[in-house]
């Protein structure tokens, strides 16, 4: 599978990946990543843009659906880290409504710790693994109950 990866590092320490793969492309899904700050949900302007950026995408090639999937590191306890997942997928969530996605076409899932990106035993684990996994899917068009 051949796909387009950049990465960017935002002003507040955020770190951006994507990785394009829409209809233009030939795919069946688009996949992309909001990495956090310690303990932090809320989304810098840049952020912002970039979620814009993939509702206007995902607007433009109806049907579809978008998945956000919140992640924490391993810091603090397994109740606090389902939260704070909960808390990032839903500040995609918000930034994506405020971009025109409709609600009944957008899922939230919340990992916790449970599903690292990077083990925890690598000194850049702790910033990889806190992160808002955002996935357009097209042609799945049915409504999120």
Request: hydrophobic residues 45%.
């Amino acid at each position: 599978m051949r796909f387009h990866a950049k990465i960017r590092r935002a002003t507040a320490g955020i770190l951006f990946l994507f990785v394009l793969m829409g209809p233009a492309s030939g795919k069946d899904q688009e996949w992309q990543a909001i990495y956090f700050n310690v303990g932090e949900f809320a989304l810098s302007q840049q952020a912002l843009e970039q979620v814009k950026s993939i509702a206007t995408r995902a607007l433009a090639s109806p049907p579809y659906r978008v998945i956000c999937t919140g992640h924490t590191d391993a810091t603090g306890t397994v109740l606090e880290n389902n939260i704070l997942s909960l808390q990032r997928a839903n500040a995609v969530k918000r930034a994506m409504l405020a971009s025109g996605i409709p609600e009944e076409f957008i899922l939230l899932i919340g990992k916790g710790a449970s599903e690292p990106n990077v083990r925890q035993k690598s000194r850049h684990a702790p910033a990889a693994n806190r992160r808002v996994e955002i996935v357009i899917r097209w042609g799945d068009s049915e409504p999120i109950d």
